[in-house]
């Protein structure tokens, strides 16, 4: 004879995924954001002004397209 429970009470468990931007010239570990970014890209001006004209709108999209170009230039060495 198969009874069935029913239970009123209920548990639920969410995940949320947090984005950094580490600047390794100086250890500094930022938000990930436009304004981050605006930050960090700064340090070279010619991605940077390309960055800045930009629209927000824009800036927000092409975000990871700008990381990308800026880690391109300027490769994180590790010594062995």
């Known amino acids: 004879d198969g009874s069935l429970y029913l239970s009123e009470s209920r548990s639920t468990t969410t995940t949320e995924l947090q984005r950094y931007i580490i600047d390794f010239s100086n250890g500094q570990i930022y938000p990930f954001s436009t304004e981050s970014v605006k930050l960090l ?3 070279d001006s010619d991605l940077y002004t390309k960055y800045m004209q930009l629209s927000k709108r824009k800036r927000k999209k092409m975000i990871f397209l700008y990381i990308r170009e800026f ?6 060495i590790i010594p062995k």
């Open 71 to 76: 880690n391109k230039k300027h490769p994180l």
């Open 41 to 43: 890209l700064s340090s």
